[in-house]
């Protein structure tokens, strides 16, 4: 039996997780469909642990620092972020490119590390950034370790949403592409993500079992076709067995 009280308080905290630039008392109550006089409840109990914050000027609420420290937590005790940061910060020298590590959770991506770069690209990307995974490499190359059930099952109530201008948004073509990533051995994105965005990404092994992928991302500029193919698709490879190998001991 779940308690009713809790149960309002974690969809809040829910609501607020999707909403980074906070929320309204009015708006919370509307979209929750809760009293106002409930939602205020919910927000002066969660205000004094920082679990929320409010905006002294707008007044909206936003979710509060409490959460970088458990996140931290959490991603601290993630075996597979301990031991491929130090190769990611590696492969980043190597290629001067933002380099990503993901995983697979309820349906979607999630970027447990992310090294960045300084240039004129700028990507929203940031650790804890989820998304759905057939239009990213990382994503990709974590889905094709799946059988199809397994991947009709995380889109069963969605579709295959359209993000840059090369997003696969069919099944049968995703399946193809999947096919083609396994025996390959890593995954390209060409704009499929964001426009003027490319990826590449391998696959990070535990034994058998595929439990990360590590990327490399850039601009279409500096990631021309070529260069993936003759150079990055190479390191982002030999990073992830890197990688693998020191998850076998």
Not at 105 to 117: L, P
Not at 180 to 201: M, P, T
Request: charged fraction near 30%.
């Amino acid at each position: 039996m779940k308690l009713a009280s809790l149960d309002k308080s974690l969809r809040l905290i829910d609501m607020l997780s999707r909403k980074p630039r906070g929320m309204s008392l009015s708006q919370l109550s509307e979209e929750l469909q809760y009293p106002k006089s409930t939602v205020h409840h919910i927000l002066s109990t969660l205000l004094p642990y920082e679990y929320v914050s409010q905006d002294p000027e707008t007044k909206r609420y936003s979710l509060g620092f409490k959460f970088l420290s458990i996140g931290r937590v959490i991603l601290d005790t993630i075996d597979v972020r301990r031991t491929a940061h130090r190769h990611l910060l590696e492969l980043h020298e190597q290629c001067k490119e933002a380099v990503h590590l993901a995983i697979l959770r309820d349906g979607k991506v999630i970027y447990i590390d992310k090294i960045d770069t300084q240039g004129m690209v700028s990507l929203a990307t940031y650790i804890g950034y989820r998304t759905d995974p057939h239009a990213a490499s990382g994503g990709k190359v974590l889905l094709s370790e799946l059988s199809r059930k397994e991947i009709m099952d995380i889109y069963r109530d969605r579709p295959l949403k359209t993000y840059g201008k090369n997003t696969i948004t069919s099944l049968p073509r995703l399946f193809e592409e999947l096919e083609k990533i396994k025996k390959q051995g890593y995954a390209i994105d060409d704009e499929e993500y964001y426009e003027g965005i490319r990826c590449v990404a391998a696959p990070i092994r535990a034994g058998w079992k595929v439990v990360a992928a590590v990327s490399i991302t850039g601009a279409i500029f500096t990631m021309t076709m070529e260069r993936i193919r003759n150079e990055l698709k190479t390191m982002v490879m030999e990073t992830a067995e890197r990688i693998s190998n020191e998850l076998q001991w």
